[in-house]
């Protein structure tokens, strides 16, 4: 039975602090609160997904040092297999500044994202066996490529995390099933009037993905509905929007990683063989939840991990 999910991309470490407001230019302020853990898109959906009971492992670039030695025990306490593709480079694992705003939950982050990682060794794409899913979040594009080519020979739907467009996107959505993008994600010379048969500037940016390959495309707005693109013959594509459970007011506790607590509950329950669009309402779920805990994770240690 193939319910295991593998996860390909970045991990982080984060230190968090958290503020009343954010700094001016010039100006200092003290934090109340202090964190400092792994974070990341890939390393995030993965602990999330092991954290809704799914066997995950990760495909990463961690190598070696101090901080490195951070991101490996919290993934390992967080129930993650980690697959290191840089285990002998120094200085690989990238660090992120996260400040969160206490009255918003908003964050700003400040990341060199995986720029600084060497070439890295060539997945062994045997990991897959077992699989019922692959996330890919689009860096270390090399090993994502690899590993979503084999997927998708075998059968395994591949999902994207679509946070931005990076150089290798295009030939990233080519071998991608699904694709979830931010509310930021743009592609490069597309032009913003809906497309002939679109409603809006959305459908027409869910068109233009999929013209690369994807055959499940949707895009998420914060707390507003996500709209879904979904390959329908010749009728023309299927479009349909899910709005998410609205959170109380002041409820919002930190929105930091809802997006990879979306990717990584949708990855888990594609891994268990849910249909795209339950997967993203699970996923979708379990991201409200989230957003009222701190932490990308803090909701998983208060208990709110039933499954749909």
Known sequence: MRDRLVCCGLTTLDVTQVLDRLPAPDEKVVADGLDVT????????????????????????LGTGALADVARAGLAAAGVDVVDLAPDAAGVLPVSTVLVTRATGERAVVSVNGTGAPHLARPDVALLR??????????????????????RAAGVPVLLDGGSWKPSTAELLAAVDLAVLSADF?????PQEPAPGAEDPVDGLLDAVAAFGPGFVARSAGPGPVRVRRAAGEGGPARTSLRPAAVPA???????????????????????????????????????????HAGARGWLAGGAVATS
Do not use: K, Y
């Open 130 to 151: 077992g699989a019922g899913a692959l996330l890919v979040d689009g860096h270390h594009p090399a090993a994502g490529l690899a590993l979503a080519a084999a997927a």
């Open 186 to 190: 743009a592609v490069p010379g597309w």
């Open 250 to 292: 002041g409820g919002v506790v930190d929105t930091l990683g809802a997006g990879d607590v979306l990717h990584g509950a949708m990855a888990a329950a594609l891994a268990r063989g849910a249909d795209p669009l339950d997967a993203l309402a699970e996923g979708m779920r379990c991201a409200t939840e989230s957003v009222q």
């Open 38 to 61: 792994f974070g990341g898109p890939a390393a995030n959906a993965a602990a999330v997904a092991a954290g809704l009971g799914v066997p995950t492992t990760l495909v990463t670039a």
